[in-house]
């Protein structure tokens, strides 16, 4: 509370009740799977459009060479075709890829920023440079020259005094007050004060360019100087493409051009090829590659990079059906609670008895299953191929969301881009299938291909539907990340009127947006905090409790029509 100590009128804020609770994003997606090139550690990267996917991870790999492990690519393009705007991919490679790296002689080591034969057709172009000139105006001793000016000279440079057509090469021990003390003594008379030198002490560093297809980096003036701003090592660090490390280099008397690429004197630059980069063999790839290592903050992969990611809610790793991996995925859905599962079955896997085998697997509310594959055209192959349906089905996910809300079961929804199915299943075999928790897509005369199921794998009757689950999920991670304000207020009656007045406010604007049953908000939801939800002893350790109550809305997943025979009569 403020203090006064002098008459006067005083104006203060505060903070009156309610605070705003917003919704969250239920249509991010996130995929894990094969591509050409990217990082596979780290954090997933944020990809925006199709074009922005192949930027960054390249297009589509052959099914000779990974079989159904290379549908990552297929899967983002159905996303994105399908009505979703924004999704993050984490790269996996297998055990024995290798990144390509230049083979010569230079003391500058290259190596493609990851593994992958992509790495083969990045072209490094290096050509000298300097990043100051200056002249000598007088000789203080042997060794120390008063320059015109020292700007852009740094101890540990390497030098170059150019004379009478002859180069000498030192390093600079000082510069300062625009005087510079270099390693030995210039030969000669050094001193030139006439308004175009013939006599230049120039700074000795070197250009690099990379390039891969149609991206180009440009790293100016790069130095072998350790203690110059614009050292190799951290001048190139920002690379997309490359890390570039300086090996050891024998103490000599050339520039820096020189040193980092042994050419000759007279050499004006240096091309050449990364070289050894391989994709690896699809026997080299497990499971342990999809879950991904956990090493900490910044080196985890596969599922274990989305550890750090908040902002996926929906995921997928397409066309990856090993019961391990997706028991992975399941349990990360789990732990998290705010993101959902989409997972893929067997190609092979078309007789009913074969599909409820493998669904038999899996007991989750967390995650939903689809079957069959979809046909859809393959640029790379030039023909129509069958892909898993988790991407597009992804897509259509967030285009449900965006439009009607996760309320909504993402079911009777068209597949776009979707030319045929590997399997076209009849009216009784989805009858053994739906109860199941198996999402059947079919194939209807005139109305074209879609999502005929909206169940999920759990066998808990109260979470069968994928629109209940992922309802509950937007409602809590809302509720989770927009009371933060209340943790270590004081834990009594003012505190818990303002939680339940922020929350009843956020559950009235779900239900008034049709995502929560009953003809009033006291029907459709509760909200209680209080002495009837805490004791003493919560009070006492710190503990807030607030119990909530909603009632969703269900899908009419069985329309009935009753039709009997009117008489006139």
């Not at 005087?179 to 210039?186: D, N, P, Q, R």
């Not at 789990?334 to 078309?350: C, M, N, Q, V």
Request: net charge negative; proline share 4%.
């Amino acid at each position: 509370m403020a203090e006064y100590f002098s008459p006067g009128v005083y104006v203060e804020e505060f903070d009156s009740g309610t605070q705003s609770l917003s919704g969250v994003s239920t249509s991010t997606a996130g995929f894990i799977g094969l591509a050409q090139r990217g990082p596979i550690e780290g954090s997933p990267v944020l990809i925006k459009s199709l074009a922005n996917f192949r930027r960054t991870f390249g297009s589509y790999l052959s099914a000779t060479t990974f079989g159904s492990y290379r549908f990552l690519a297929y899967a983002v393009e159905q996303f994105f075709l399908n009505g979703g705007s924004t999704c993050y991919v984490m790269r996996v490679a297998p055990s024995d890829a290798v990144a390509a790296s230049n083979s010569n002689s230079s003391a500058l080591s290259v190596i493609a920023k990851n593994p992958g034969g992509w790495g083969n057709d990045v072209r490094v172009l290096i050509t000298p440079a300097s990043k100051a000139k200056t002249q000598i105006l007088e000789v203080i001793a042997s060794g120390t020259y008063r320059v015109k000016s020292n700007a852009g000279f740094v101890a540990g440079d390497t030098v170059t005094f150019v004379a009478g057509g002859k180069t000498q090469v030192l390093k600079v021990i000082s510069a300062k007050d625009n005087t510079i003390v270099l390693s030995g003594e210039l030969e000669g008379d050094p001193v030139d004060a006439g308004l175009l030198p013939a006599k230049v002490l120039s700074t000795s560093e070197f250009n690099i360019q990379v390039s891969y297809g149609d991206d180009s980096e440009t790293f100016e003036k790069c130095s072998l100087n350790v203690e110059a701003a614009n050292y190799v090592e951290k001048v190139t660090g920002t690379s997309n493409l490359v890390s570039i490390a300086v090996g050891t280099i024998a103490d000599a008397t050339g520039t820096a051009f020189e040193a980092v690429t042994n050419a000759e004197e007279l050499a004006t630059d240096l091309t050449f090829f990364l070289q050894g980069g391989s994709d690896g063999t699809i026997e080299a790839l497990g499971q342990d590659d999809f879950i991904g290592k956990d090493l900490g903050p910044g080196n985890r992969g596969g599922i274990n990079a989305f550890i750090e990611n908040d902002e996926v809610s929906i995921m997928a790793i397409p066309g990856v059906t090993e019961p391990a991996v997706l028991f992975a995925l399941i349990a990360h859905c789990e732990s998290r609670g705010d993101r959902f599962a989409i997972l893929d079955i067997p190609r092979e896997k078309t007789k009913v008895a074969d599909v409820l085998a493998y669904r038999n697997y899996f007991d989750t509310s967390y995650a939903a299953m689809y079957n069959p594959w979809v046909q859809v055209s393959d640029p790379l192959e030039k023909r129509n191929v069958y892909i898993p349906p988790s991407g597009t089905v992804a897509g259509i996910y967030a285009r449900v969301d965006d439009a009607r809300g996760v309320q909504k079961a993402p079911a009777n929804e068209t597949l776009r881009g979707v030319t045929g199915l590997d399997v076209q299943y009849s009216v009784t075999e989805q009858d053994l299938l739906n109860p199941q928790g198996v999402n059947l897509i079919r194939s209807f005369t005139g109305q074209g291909i879609r999502v005929w199921g909206a169940r999920t794998c759990s066998s808990n009757q109260l979470w069968k539907y994928v629109n209940v689950r992922r309802l509950f999920i937007f409602i809590e991670t809302a509720i989770l990340r927009g009371t933060n304000w209340v943790v270590f207020e004081p834990n009594d009656d003012p505190l818990w009127a303002r939680v339940r007045r922020t929350v009843d406010t956020f559950l009235t604007r779900v239900w008034r947006d049709g995502a929560l049953a009953g003809a009033s908000a006291s029907e459709a939801f509760y909200v209680n905090i209080g002495r009837d939800t805490m004791t003493q002893d919560d009070i006492d350790n710190g503990r807030l409790i607030c119990v909530i109550g909603i009632a969703p809305v269900k899908p009419a997943e069985f329309v009935v029509f009753r039709i009997t025979q009117k008489t006139s009569e």
